[in-house]
């Protein structure tokens, strides 16, 4: 320390000491600055969302109003997302027919990219769930793991969706006119968007409530019902006892009753003995 | 019976006296019948008379679905593990891989999955038993429209009721048995209706499943139960309900030749056993077809049971829809008596509505012999249409039961026709009362307009569909005279008439006051055979006069 201190009125010792304060101070600030945002593709995303709000003021605005704040007709869109439009867009629900109980499932209006514009744009009027990328909602292809995702998937399917849509996924009836659909054919994509968002009459399961992994192990066991071959036989529609009773009484009963009379009407004469 | 005397004579005569036995079999049966008097018995009922019809044959059906359901239960119980006991599934259907589950469920899974021909003797089990129940309720029916359970014949008519009954609720206790999600779903419906139950609900409850629900026990008493207790009575009811059939021979339809004191027909040896025997393998084969072709209770599919898990479209299997649609269409009424005591009526009506609605068509020969006063034996059936009332009123019947069917399947009625579940629900509510009203008057109806066409056949003759000019230009349709034999078919019912209140005073002059009971008794004979409610038949001298001289048109 002595040489130090014999030193400290050497004349170039306040440059010293500036140069040291100045490292230090710019290293912590390299430090501790947020990271600048990537602003990369900021003049295509824009574009989207300009090309998304004219078609939104064609197809949409009359029911959600101009600005997607929500009219008589139709809820506000601020907050619901990109996830909320691909789905209710992509399955064809929205734009909507008509009025009712429930929007139904129909042909697409929109195609895809024109589907992304338009939800770039309602993501645009407030924060949102995302739509998912395929390594979000894709179950593993390998056989193993796939197994594994089918048989928790299952039970997870059993305590949070059978209870509306059945089972077997074939949908199921609410109060009023209002119905749970059938998931045959419902693209993995839509179905993690639909958990996540919950649809019309459909509970929302955020990732908070519902991780991602278990999303994608529902996933995995509807698409493991609606591809994976019945051992019994025919399925009649997986809908339970009910469907079960009418194919006993017509083509079991029926069956029989129509042999019955076959055999009656066919006879012999007794022979006296 | 008629032969019984000489059931000693044949036993009892002296070795010696016979005729050498002619070969080893005839040598064989002298030793058996030497034993078993087996001889006479076959000589008394092997010769036994049945008469033809297509509709006899619906008991039949019902005969060889429950041998069928014996052999498979069978089979079934020596690979089936009656226990709640928790184990994790490591079987060969993957999508249950590591699930805990119960054994009973286990096994069931293994069964279908691991036993050789276990799904198709599963499958083969549970249709036979849907299709057992279905020919049943049709035996059931074709004896009640034809009068079929008048004397002497009202025991055996209980009798089938019981097996009836029983054949629903042995349904029910199988279908509990896997532990699966539905059949879970099912005991939790019945427990919520027994603890509906004033004052001993929660008692029974307690009983039942040795403790709270769903426990531990349930499934080993419900295996006994649906095993051992009701097959063994129904086994029991069914021999003596055949044992009545040959003790009071079947019934026939009216026709020439065919009075109250014959049975025309064929021998059950060798005709019917070759008939029978015969129709038992086809009933067998369309029972192992239907179960070849289509999955019934897909148990891997619904998944284990747990009381926190259910799925929509739990239905119980058709026989006791009916029990589903009382309490789905049953407002949700629930009272509170005594301080804090609750009477959940919701449930408890309708399981109270239960056994009337089966009851009801169980009493109706014992109300029909009192309100006629006809105690007379019948063995001639009666056409639906010549008992308009009896008719009208067997088809109120099943009009009640299908409208409960569609209260208990409201969910995929609503899912299927686009409806509102609660406007069939609504629908169900309204209908319950009116619909069998509306039945019984169409039904009814149709009676009569039955009945006055085969008064009109009968005396003017079937409609040969040839048209005849006459010379002035008209035209008209020739009819041609039915056959001697189906003009005595058409009319030989008898057509009773209706009682009379006694007299107001008696022979001595007392004034005499009939009863509330004699009074409505008249009444309701009135409704059974009074004015309108039958046409009366052609007479003879009516049909004389028709025939007689002009052509008729």
């Known amino acids: ?273 | 019976m008629s032969t019984a005397s000489g059931t000693n004579s044949g036993a009892s005569k002296p070795a010696s006296t016979r005729a050498k036995p002619a070969n080893k079999a005839e040598a064989t049966a002298d030793w058996v019948d030497g034993r078993l008097g087996i001889y006479s018995l076959a000589k008394a009922n092997l010769r036994k008379i049945f008469p033809d019809h297509w509709s006899f044959m619906l008991g039949e059906i019902c005969l060889y679905s429950f041998v069928i359901i014996i052999l498979t239960g069978v089979y079934l119980t020596m690979f089936f593990k009656p226990s709640m006991a928790e184990t994790v599934y490591h079987g060969s259907y993957l999508p249950l891989n590591g699930i805990r589950m119960s054994e009973a469920y286990a096994s069931t899974v293994d069964i279908s999955f691991e036993i050789r021909g276990g799904l198709l003797i599963r499958q083969i089990h549970h249709w036979a038993a849907l299709v057992f129940v279905a020919a049943m309720f049709v035996h059931m029916m074709r004896v009640f429209f034809t009068g079929a359970f008048r004397k002497p014949r009202e025991i055996n008519w209980l009798f089938g009721f019981l097996l009836l009954c029983l054949g629903f609720f042995d349904g029910f206790f199988g279908y509990s048995l896997p532990d699966d999600l539905l059949s879970g779903t099912g005991i939790r419906f019945m427990e919520g209706a027994i603890l509906a139950v004033p004052l001993v609900g929660t008692y029974i409850q307690m009983f039942l499943f040795g403790g709270e629900f769903p426990g531990t026990d349930i499934i080993p008493r419900f295996f006994t139960i649906h095993v051992l207790l009701i097959p063994g009575i129904m086994l029991g009811l069914l021999v003596a309900h055949l044992i009545l059939v040959f003790y009071h021979k079947h019934t026939q339809w009216a026709g020439p030749g065919k009075s109250e004191k014959n049975v025309v027909g064929m021998p059950l040896m060798p005709v019917y056993m070759a008939k029978a025997g015969g129709f038992f393998f086809l009933v067998f084969g369309i029972i192992a077809a239907m179960s070849a072709i289509a999955t019934i209770n897909p148990v891997w599919a619904y998944g284990p049971y747990r009381p926190d898990q259910v799925s929509t479209d739990a239905q119980p299997d058709w026989y006791m829809g009916f029990a589903e649609g009382l309490i789905r269409f049953m407002p949700g009424w629930e009272i509170s008596v005594w301080g804090g005591h609750t009477l959940n009526l919701g449930v408890f009506i309708p399981l109270m509505l239960f056994p009337l609605v089966l009851v009801a068509i169980a009493v109706y020969p014992f109300i029909e012999s009192w309100v006629t006063g006809d105690k007379r034996e019948h063995h001639i059936l009666d056409r639906p249409r010549n008992a308009p009332v009896r008719t009208a009123l067997g088809a109120a019947w099943i009009s009640l039961y299908l409208v409960l069917l569609v209260g208990g399947g409201n969910d995929l009625f609503a899912t299927h026709l686009h409806m509102s579940i609660n406007t069939i629900t609504y629908m169900v509510r309204v209908g319950f009362f009116v619909v069998p009203v509306i039945t019984f008057f169409v039904a009814k109806r149709w009676c009569l307009g039955l009945q006055r066409r085969d008064k009109d056949k009968v005396l003017h003759g079937r409609e040969s569909g040839i048209i005849k000019r006459l010379p002035h230009g008209e035209f008209v349709e020739v009819h041609a005279a039915l056959s001697q034999d189906d003009l005595h078919t058409l009319t030989s019912h008898e057509q009773p008439e209706p009682l009379e209140l006694p007299a107001e005073t008696d022979e001595n002059g007392v004034a005499r006051k009939a009863g509330v009971v004699a009074k409505t008794r008249t009444k309701l004979s009135e409704g059974f055979y009074g004015e309108g409610n039958q046409i009366a038949k052609p007479t003879s001298e009516e049909y004389l006069e028709i025939t007689s001289g002009h052509g008729h048109h």
């Open chain 1, 1 to 273: 320390m002595k040489k130090l201190s014999a030193r400290r009125r050497h004349p170039l010792a306040a440059v010293v000491v500036l140069l040291l304060a100045l490292a230090a101070t710019g290293g912590l600030y390299a430090a501790f600055a947020p990271a600048e945002k990537a602003q990369a593709d900021s003049s295509s995303q824009s574009l989207a969302i300009d090309e998304g709000k004219k078609l939104f003021a064609v197809g949409c605005s009359s029911c959600h109003g101009l600005n997607g704040q929500g009219t008589s007709d139709g809820p506000s869109l601020v907050g619901v997302g990109s996830a909320a439009v691909d789905f209710q867009v992509a399955t064809g629900r929205m734009p909507a027919q008509q009025p009712g109980a429930q929007v139904p499932r129909k042909k697409t209006v929109y195609n895809q990219s024109e589907i992304d514009q338009l939800a770039a744009y309602v993501a645009s009027l407030g924060p949102g769930p995302v739509v998912p990328t395929p390594d979000q909602y894709q179950p593993s292809e390998d056989k193993v793991t796939n197994a594994e995702q089918v048989a928790k998937g299952g039970e997870l399917f059993r305590t949070n969706c059978a209870q509306c849509h059945n089972f077997a996924g074939k949908g199921g009836a609410l109060t009023d006119g209002k119905y749970a659909p059938s998931l045959e054919g419902v693209d993995s994509k839509h179905i993690y968007e639909a958990m996540q968002t919950g649809p019309q009459n459909m509970p929302s399961f955020p990732d908070t409530t519902m991780p991602e992994e278990q999303k994608r192990e529902i996933i995995a066991y509807v698409q493991n019902t609606n591809d994976a071959p019945n051992p019994g036989g025919l399925s009649l529609g997986s809908l339970g006892p009910f469907t079960e009773g009418l194919f006993s009484w017509i083509f079991g009963l029926g069956t029989l009753i129509v042999i019955a009379i076959w055999v009656a009407a066919h006879t012999t004469k007794a022979k006296k003995s």
